[in-house]
């Protein structure tokens, strides 16, 4: 992987003509990273909010349900709560595999930054 990303970087370079480009387009990943950190960052955040509403309201739920018998019009809001309740799990699942996917692509950014330095600095001392 490392010599076809090295690749990309050589052809940036000999397609522009100069290493302008390169630094241009390592300051514009660098830049995509800090978007996508704080884009993560508010992710995590409405995730954890989630998981703990969630789990403030389990415990209430779990009780009422021992309660024994309800009416009807008491058993159509029980039922709501616990169907609410499935849909957030069902959000906090879905924020954390979106966190997981953003975590990976902030990663690969990070590797091809560090691959363009690695690469700059190498070309310079080859001058």
């Known amino acids: ?24 387009f390592k300051s514009h990943v660098n830049n ?16 954890n909010e989630l998981q703990k509403k969630v789990e403030d309201r389990q415990v209430p739920l779990n009780e009422t349900r021992h309660l024994g018998p309800f009416k009807k019009k008491r058993v159509d809001i029980l039922g709501c709560l616990l169907e609410t309740q499935k849909r957030e799990r069902n959000r906090i699942i879905l924020l954390t595999a979106l966190i997981n996917d953003i975590s990976d692509g902030i990663r690969e950014k990070e590797r091809q930054a560090k691959l363009m330095e690695v690469h700059e600095q190498v070309s310079s001392d080859e001058d």
């Open 1 to 24: 992987m490392a010599s076809s990303s090295s690749n990309n970087i050589n052809e940036i370079k000999e397609v522009s003509g100069s290493y302008n480009l390169a630094t241009e």
């Open 32 to 47: 995509e990273i800090t978007q996508e950190k704080g884009c993560l960052k508010r992710f995590v955040e409405e995730r």
